[in-house]
């Protein structure tokens, strides 16, 4: 290659390099995975070896990570969080065990074998063992403060306490250090280790994501990260993020010398430490450690990328020291990336069971990372827009966080003109129904109320307590009427009788008769328990309450135009095109003319909501109650004539806060609203704070 090209080459992968580290670390959202990434910046680090003078000082060989993000304050570290360099092969690994016995002159090394969790880098500060700050790794000097979320993850200790009841479960293949019971804390403490996410609970909230209509996360790595980088603490609250600790930034115990021991005591501090860590002596051992991590890392509860080997002894890392932006002690070595190339055979529909529509790639069976293929997710209508895949494609596969296989590049090149086009049906799989897709959505949804796809949650819906309140119906009788065969529809509730309940297994006479009661008792259910119960998408509690209060019957709702629908408060577009397709369906229309001739109510019969003494007032609860529910507060206050909200707006005349109030007392504040306690609310309600 002319030296030119060279030069023009160095250029466009710096370029390219420092592109996708951004995506990587500051979007979450990378475009190649990490063999590519490795592969580009591989051949940069041999172009700038043979040809010096084009390294530059801000070359991604030099660099660690990427800057932090400014949306959070930055973190400085007390001693850089380093980034690894890679063997991808045992040659390369072995390369690198020779250059550090002959650094050290021995001839046998002592190493300790890691599993290297496929997360996010995190450092958590402690002082007098109190946990004090949490920081991403950043660009490896500056991360970003992320201790608000950090706070939230269970296995992270708020407190350094160090006795036999904060050991981690399952790891007596680590040895304790030294034979005290108890350490006190050091004035400074900063651990480090990955955030994750189990893939078990990665794969069940990609697929919640995905019935709702939300994007699912490409890989528990992107996940995690994600989810440590939310703006809102209670988001990363809500995802199932774990921590794994493999070592210390400024370490103040001259106690502990090697790693090992190190990992020891993050331990009995009361850190997870990954059972999986060996201590083994020389290459061989190594290497035969790491074969059996990748014999293994499927049946793992965690995603791993490799192993990260590090020479144990402290006092020979720092003999061999650490280079712009790796240590020379330690070296990563990766798994080889697990794809496969194979054929569609035909683009399949699965329902899922709130009516998203998903469409799946049936392909020709291959082998990807010891398990064949059968069938790999393609998401959504968009993703095959953005794939442009037709069936008779040949693609590219993988086990997306070696988990979940997906179509992750559509070889175009080897098209032969036979490939046909793929369209969105136009109709339920499942039953036929009509389906849409909202404003802003990338999911088709079936809006068939007794589609067999979604019934049983559907059902199961209905007959909750702040719905119809069917007491007794829950899942376990729900899945038998089912598989009896005895109800299809959601009206066919209102056709069971104690004699075709008794015919399941274990139901006995009395059980039958108390639910058959509460059937005949959900019929006098108020207007607005009904409309909650038909499970309209984005029709919750107050929607309904607000729709029964303005147009008074479920025909004037289902005849109301989208200007008649966005009128009503609170209800803006999304929300009423939600509404006026689930009425634009005539079997939803059929279902509901079946549960009126059931006697199920249909229209308010008390006074609307607004002639008590809270009338034209408007409540928000957040935070935690003491004294009652918020659905007891929220009936007290629609039993006055009120009504309740969930979000704060100008709208809102009282806010009251629990313990523990979030984002919408601070919003609350910040519209200068009139701020209630829960005894002030009491006193409001009942007169008298009792």
């Given at each position: ?86 063997a991808m ?36 500060v ?50 304790l ?67 794994l ?43 035969a ?5 990748g ?14 080997v ?68 393609l ?7 953005r ?13 997306a ?22 369209a ?60 009896a ?49 038909l ?60 549960l ?30 003491s ?64």
């Amino acid at each position: 290659m002319a030296s030119q090209q060279i030069a023009e080459r160095a250029a466009w992968l710096r370029s390219e390099l420092a592109r996708h580290s951004r995506l990587y670390y500051e979007k979450d959202s990378p475009e190649i995975d990490d063999a590519e990434y490795d592969s580009l910046f591989h051949e940069l680090e041999r172009i700038e070896a043979e040809n010096p003078s084009l390294a530059t000082p801000d070359s991604p060989t030099r660099k660690v990570g990427s800057a932090p993000s400014r949306q959070f304050a930055p973190v400085t570290h007390g001693v850089p969080m380093l980034s690894l360099a890679n063997a991808m092969n045992d040659g390369e690994f072995l390369a690198f065990d020779e250059r550090v016995r002959r650094a050290l002159n021995r001839a046998v090394i002592e190493y300790v074998v890691e599993p290297k969790i496929d997360g996010l880098s995190a450092e958590i500060v402690y002082r007098d063992g109190l946990l004090v700050q949490a920081s991403t790794r950043g660009d490896g000097t500056t991360g970003e403060d992320i201790t608000a979320n950090v706070r939230t993850i269970r296995s992270i200790p708020a407190t350094l306490v160090c006795d036999s009841s904060t050991m981690s479960a399952g790891q007596d293949d680590l040895p304790l250090f030294g034979t005290v019971d108890q350490l006190p804390p050091p004035a400074l403490f900063e651990a480090r280790g990955e955030i994750f996410m189990p893939t078990d609970d990665f794969r069940k909230m990609n697929l919640e994501r995905e019935e709702a209509g939300l994007a699912p996360f490409a890989n528990p790595r992107n996940a995690a990260a994600g989810s440590v980088r939310q703006l809102d603490p209670r988001v990363t609250a809500s995802r199932p993020l774990d921590f794994l600790a493999y070592t210390v930034g400024r370490l103040q115990d001259p106690s502990i010398d090697s790693q090992w021991e190190l990992l020891d005591r993050l331990r009995r501090y009361g850190f997870t430490v990954s059972s999986l860590v060996r201590l083994v002596h020389g290459s061989d051992e190594v290497l035969a450690v790491f074969r059996e991590l990748g014999a293994t890392r499927d049946d793992l509860p965690f995603e791993i990328d490799g192993a990260v080997v590090k020479v144990n002894s402290f006092d020979l890392q720092r003999q061999l020291g650490e280079i712009s932006r790796s240590p020379r002690w330690a070296i990563a070595m990766k798994f080889p990336p697990r794809r496969a190339r194979t054929t569609v055979k035909s683009i399949l529909v699965q329902v899922g069971r709130t009516g998203v529509l998903t469409p799946v790639a049936d392909l020709e069976p291959v082998k990807v990372a010891g398990v064949v293929v059968r069938r790999a997710t393609l998401h959504n209508e968009d993703e095959i827009r953005r794939l442009d895949l037709r069936i008779g494609d040949k693609v590219e596969v993988q086990r997306a966080g070696d988990v979940i296989p997906e179509v992750i590049e559509v070889l175009t090149a080897e098209r032969d003109g036979t490939e046909v086009g793929f369209a969105m049906p136009a109709t339920c799989p499942s039953c036929s129904g009509a389906v849409s897709r909202a404003e802003g959505e990338v999911a088709w949804r079936c809006m068939n109320m007794s589609c067999p796809a979604q019934f049983r949650e559907h059902v199961i819906h209905f007959a909750s307590r702040r719905a119809m309140n069917i007491e007794g119906l829950g899942e376990k009788l729900t899945d038998q009427l089912i598989e009896a065969g005895l109800i299809h529809d959601i009206a066919d509730i209102y056709s069971l009788t104690r004699a075709s309940l008794t015919s399941l297994d274990r139901m006995g006479d009395k059980s039958a008769a108390n639910i058959i009661a509460a059937i005949e008792a959900s019929r006098s259910r108020p207007l607005a328990a009904v409309l909650n119960a038909l499970g309209i998408r984005q029709v919750g509690e107050s929607t309904a309450r607000d729709l029964a209060a303005h147009f008074g019957s479920i025909q004037a709702i289902a005849e109301a135009p989208l200007d008649a629908l966005t009128s009503v408060s609170d209800i803006g577009p999304v929300v009423a095109a939600s509404i006026h397709d689930f009425f634009a369906s005539e079997r939803n229309l059929a279902t509901i003319d079946r549960l009126a001739s059931a006697g199920v109510t249909m229209r308010m019969t008390t006074d609307a909501p607004g002639r008590g003494p809270l009338a034209g007032s408007t409540f928000v609860f957040t935070g935690g109650l003491s004294s009652m529910t918020r659905d007891q507060a929220s009936d007290l206050v629609i039993s006055l004539g009120g009504r309740v909200s969930g979000s704060v707006s100008a709208k809102t005349t009282h806010v009251v806060a629990g313990g523990d109030a979030g984002s919408k007392l601070e919003k609350a504040r910040s519209l200068g609203l009139e701020i209630l306690t829960e005894e002030q609310f009491k006193q409001m309600v009942t007169g008298n704070g009792e």
